[in-house]
């Protein structure tokens, strides 16, 4: 591969002030590289409200099938603990962390740490990798479902993310490449380079990992956050024979086989309206299925559809909300005109 055009005049990051450095990861247009790809710089911003500000690096990689970011770490673990440092210098944060699920590799960063980073080793389970779950493992801090870590000050970040923060700081690179598990090999590939070009393979693909990743279209490109490219096993599916695998196997305890069923009937459920958005796509559930069904496909489609209608119903409320407010307005528009018209013609006229 070739080497990267530099972008932007490499700081020294250590001698910059913390806002200059946000600026260049808003610049940079960094995004959540462990597939949310929410605005880094944005995240940061609103960890920055809080008095009280952690970083912690997310290296347990629980996709199946993809080691993506073990990869990583193995080749460019030194930038990415600089990466955690810039991000420490940003938040001024009392406390980093990295959390990795490989003890070798935790063993060598350890050895390169001069950045007063805490490396935990942490079992690479399906829900380890949940910034919530993660967060409580290495800190004991719960986090509520309803707010967000970096509300509280807990900026969670992936190590690609990481990495791409070093570079673009401290090299002046932008985001021109990442390393993904295509087709079960880790290699650096270029963004925005289609995804057929990338496998090499006329299989249908997933980007992502074979479980929770997503369909590619003929045209579709590799962007920031996909890590892995990866052969759809959709095609294989057989009818579902009702075995309960995908119940035991959840980590969230949620009644998949239902949802399952609900989602290929199309129908919406008080138990599809509770369970729905509580699923976080980890996987699990599609690996355990002996027929190969793509269930997280028809989970998000009916969560995709809930949505959609929650969406259509508020839309109508509020319309109904102005429509109301405007007839009342009416109402009482005319109410003062009677009240005045009575008022004229009760008072006593001059020419009377």
């Given at each position: 591969m070739n080497s990267p055009k530099q972008q932007f005049p490499p700081l020294d990051w250590r001698g910059k002030s913390p806002e200059v450095l946000l600026a260049r990861v808003r610049d940079a247009g960094i995004v959540g590289m462990g597939g949310a790809g929410f605005p880094t710089h944005l995240k940061l911003q609103a960890a920055l409200q809080s008095d009280h500000r952690t970083?912690?690096?997310n290296g347990v990689e629980t996709d199946p099938g993809v080691t993506a970011d073990r990869a990583l770490l193995k080749q460019k673990g030194s930038d990415v603990l600089e990466g955690i440092g810039i991000v420490a210098r940003i938040?001024?944060?009392s406390s980093s962390y990295l959390a990795v699920s490989n003890q070798s590799i935790a063993e060598r960063l350890r050895i390169c740490n001069d950045h007063d980073i805490a490396i935990s080793v942490?079992?690479?389970?399906?829900q380890n990798g949940e910034e919530r779950?993660?967060?409580?493992?290495?800190?004991g801090e719960p986090i509520s479902q309803d707010s967000y870590p970096a509300h509280n000050g807990i900026a969670v970040l992936n190590v690609a993310t990481l990495f791409a923060i070093c570079e673009c700081v401290r090299d002046g690179l932008a985001v021109t490449k990442r390393i993904a598990t295509v087709l079960g090999k880790d290699q650096w590939c270029e963004i925005d380079t289609p995804v057929h070009e990338l496998a090499n393979t006329s299989e249908k693909l997933r980007v992502g990992s074979f479980a929770n990743g997503r369909s590619v279209k003929d045209q579709d490109t590799l962007k920031p956050i996909h890590n892995a490219i990866?052969?759809?096993?959709?095609s294989q599916a057989l009818p579902c024979i009702r075995c309960g695998w995908c119940d035991s196997a959840c980590p969230k305890d949620l009644p998949v086989e239902r949802l399952l069923s609900e989602s290929m009937g199309s129908i919406s459920s008080p138990t599809a309206q509770t369970h729905l958005n509580e699923c976080n796509d980890c996987g699990a559930?599609?690996?355990?299925?002996p027929s190969r069904i793509p269930i997280i496909d028809y989970i998000r489609e009916s969560r995709d559809r809930q949505n959609e209608s929650g969406y259509i119903a508020q839309r109508a409320n509020e319309a109904r909300q102005r429509f109301e407010a405007k007839q009342q307005r009416i109402d009482s528009q005319n109410q003062r005109t009677m009240d005045e018209r009575e008022r004229r013609?009760?008072?006593e006229h001059k020419w009377q």
């Open positions: 970083v912690v690096a938040l001024n944060a942490i079992d690479n389970d399906y779950v993660l967060i409580e493992k290495i800190t990866s052969i759809n096993l959709s559930c599609v690996v355990s299925c013609m009760q008072q």
